[in-house]
Structure formats: C-alpha cells, structure tokens
C-alpha cells in the first residue's frame, strides 16, 4: 500500500500558485519524498524529489515540514497544461528495487 | 523527453495470445522497471532488471516476464493473455537500482479482447 495520502481534486486558476498537500506520517529517515505527475494517457513524469531540505528546480518547489510528516508541492504559476494526476511518492534511498508505490494521486484541474 | 523510448504505442490481442511489449532505456542506465497501470488507477510495480538480472517483483504471476539485453533495451512479454491484462504497460529506466531518478517512458496500450 502507498505511504501516503492526498486528496482526490483540486481545482486551481490559470496564473495562480497551486499547492498540492501529501501527508506521509510513516516515512522514514531514509525515505525521500518524490513528486511525479501524469498527464492524460501519457508516462509519469518526474517533477521533484527531497529529503529533509525545501527543493526548487523549474518546474516546483517542494516544501517540507521540519518533522517530515507532511510536504507541499508547489506549482508557482499555473498553466493549463498543467492539469494532470500528481502523484506522492516516498521512496528509500538506497534499496534493492527501485520499486514506485503510486497511490491514487490528486486530479489537479486547471480553470481558465 | 525522458529518453526512455516504447513499442508499440497500441496493440490489440486476444485472450490466450502472448504479448511482447519492448523499452528502450536512456542512455547509461543499466536499471529498468516495468508497470501497469489499470484504467483509473495508478501504476503497479511488475518487476525490475539490473544488469540482464531480476532483481525485484511485484505481486504478478509467473506468465508476467521479463529480459533485459547487454544495451540495456528490455522487454516485458506476457503469455496467456486474460481480459485484465488489459492496461497501460510503462517502461521506467534509471542509473542504477540505489535510488537515482527514474524516468518513464510514454507507455504501450494493451487491449485484450
């Protein structure tokens, strides 16, 4: 079963920041918190991944709370293009597999 | 681009046949994931290969299987094909298996009718 758990939907305005909450109170220390989204009928796509620290790359921002047990996933300006599955993932750093449990994911939907 | 490259894109077969799905894998990574994603839900971990070896199973019978060739490409082939089957099967490649990014590929529809 998947670590973690987000809502089903979200809606969010063109231009407007998203943030996608993941709640992941088991994770462990050496679980990252790895940030993957699905666009209709296409390959997940890599978006973020941290450990303890807030990351940014192009595409997000990714904060996470000091005890760890939750994290946000920040999309600073929405796009259309942007609607999509995103998917929470916690993953240890250091294992045999590098086995993906994807849970059901939040339908972020972007309105014009 | 992830680099990880699928075929087909989409194949229709019928119960009982046997399928080959094939991924070709970014370039320098020696670690491939296969998954299967079920319409509406998320995807689920078939197997992995780590230099030509199985080296990590999900909760898939036997008929699930796979290869992994010198250049890294792979295939997943699945024999006795059931009406479940029917799925979006992705590909995902990484450096090596000890937590590197893992990139996937854009997917092959499998229909069984």
């Known amino acids: 079963d998947a670590k973690t758990t987000q809502p089903t939907s979200m809606d969010c305005a063109e231009g407007r920041a998203a943030n996608l909450p993941c709640n992941h109170s088991t994770i462990s220390g050496n679980e990252y918190v790895y940030w993957y989204r699905q666009i209709h009928s296409q390959g997940p796509q890599y978006i973020i991944h941290g450990l303890k620290n807030n990351e940014t790359n192009e595409m997000a921002s990714l904060i996470i709370t000091e005890d760890r047990k939750s994290s946000t996933l920040i999309l600073p300006h929405a796009t259309l293009r942007d609607t999509a599955v995103y998917y929470c993932?916690?993953?240890?750093?250091?294992?045999?597999?590098?086995?993906?449990?994807f849970g059901t994911g939040t339908l972020l939907a972007v309105q014009p | 681009e992830t680099g990880v490259t699928q075929s087909p894109t989409h194949l229709i077969k019928t119960r009982g046949q046997q399928v080959t799905l094939r991924c070709s894998s970014q370039?320098?990574?020696?670690?491939v994931s296969w998954y299967q994603q079920a319409l509406g839900q998320g995807p689920q971990f078939i197997f992995q290969?780590?230099?030509?070896?199985?080296?990590g199973r999900g909760n898939f019978p036997p008929r699930f299987s796979g290869l992994q060739f010198p250049n890294y490409s792979s295939e997943l082939n699945v024999n006795a094909l059931e009406l479940d089957d029917s799925a979006l099967y992705l590909c995902?490649?990484?450096?090596?298996?000890?937590?590197?990014?893992?990139?996937f590929g854009e997917g092959s529809w499998l229909t069984v009718v």
């Open positions: 370039s320098g990574h020696n670690t």
């Open positions: 290969y780590y230099r030509e070896e199985e080296n």
């Open positions: 993932i916690v993953r240890a750093y250091g294992g045999a597999t590098n086995k993906l449990i």
């Open positions: 995902a490649s990484s450096l090596d298996s000890s937590g590197n990014t893992i990139y």
